[in-house]
């Protein structure tokens, strides 16, 4: 298993342009979920899913879009990149509500 | 959601025994404690978790006070490879969507020094 994978590994944007951050899992999870890291700073919640179909948001989803049409994909869109958005965006799945969360390698975005 | 207190930072020798401690004094009956360490920028891995009883697996020890408010990460024989960020949460817990949601702190950045 590749486990939780993301693309891209850096990103330079301009402000106001877009872009869709990747992720796969192939361990058939159900939950998926992306966060944000800025510097000395734990991880933030932006948006979940509980199954394909389903998503929700989480503590900061402004300027963020997620949607989840297979199991395998949880694609994160940025819709007008602004400055705030610099950081290391991570996603993560895992089986069940309560199970161990895997987390992907990071995407680190930087908006100029 | 039941807040985590950790201290910023701890030092450890190499092969001594790596103590790290939590406080969550507002946990609720249903919700469990779990430990998650980051190494320098790589994604958090998982460690442990438990509810109330002592938990134990080959990467580390989780010791929960009886009264629940707060636990402590043991590492037995730490390595330099150990030095990370450690995380510790509490599961959000409940029904719904929600539920299993990780909410980090800041945690604690573990120097293991030879």
């Known amino acids: 298993n590749a486990g939780v994978t993301q693309t891209p590994k850096f990103q330079v944007l301009k402000t106001g342009q877009s872009m869709t951050l990747q992720c796969a899992q192939d361990?058939?999870?159900?939950?998926m979920s992306w966060y944000r890291q800025d510097p000395g700073m734990g991880l933030r919640l932006i948006h979940y899913?509980?199954?394909?179909?389903?998503?929700d948001q989480g503590e900061v989803p402004n300027g963020y879009n997620v949607s989840r049409s297979t199991t395998e994909d949880f694609p994160l869109r940025l819709l007008s990149a602004a400055p705030s958005q610099t950081s290391v965006y991570f996603c993560?799945?895992?089986?069940?509500?309560?199970?161990?969360?895997?987390f992907g390698p990071g995407t680190r975005l930087t908006v100029l | 959601d039941a807040k985590t207190t950790q201290p910023p930072s701890m030092d450890c020798a190499e092969g001594r025994a790596a103590n790290l401690p939590c406080n969550h004094s507002?946990?609720?009956?249903?919700?469990?404690v779990y430990w998650y360490r980051q190494i320098h920028s790589q994604g958090p891995q998982y460690i442990i978790h438990?509810?109330?009883n002592n938990e134990t697996n080959e990467m580390a020890s989780l010791i929960i006070t009886e009264d629940r408010k707060s636990s402590t990460l043991i590492l037995p024989h730490a390595t330099l490879r150990d030095t990370a960020v450690y995380y510790c949460?509490?599961?959000?817990?409940?029904?719904?969507?929600?539920?299993?949601?990780?909410?980090f702190g800041k945690g604690t950045k573990l120097s293991v020094k030879p």
């Open positions: 993560a799945s895992r089986y069940r509500a309560l199970n161990e969360q895997f």
């Open positions: 507002t946990i609720s009956g249903n919700e469990y």
């Open positions: 899913s509980v199954g394909a179909g389903i998503t």
């Open positions: 361990m058939n999870h159900e939950y």
């Open positions: 438990g509810l109330k």
């Open positions: 949460i509490v599961r959000v817990g409940g029904y719904g969507g929600s539920q299993g949601n990780l909410i």
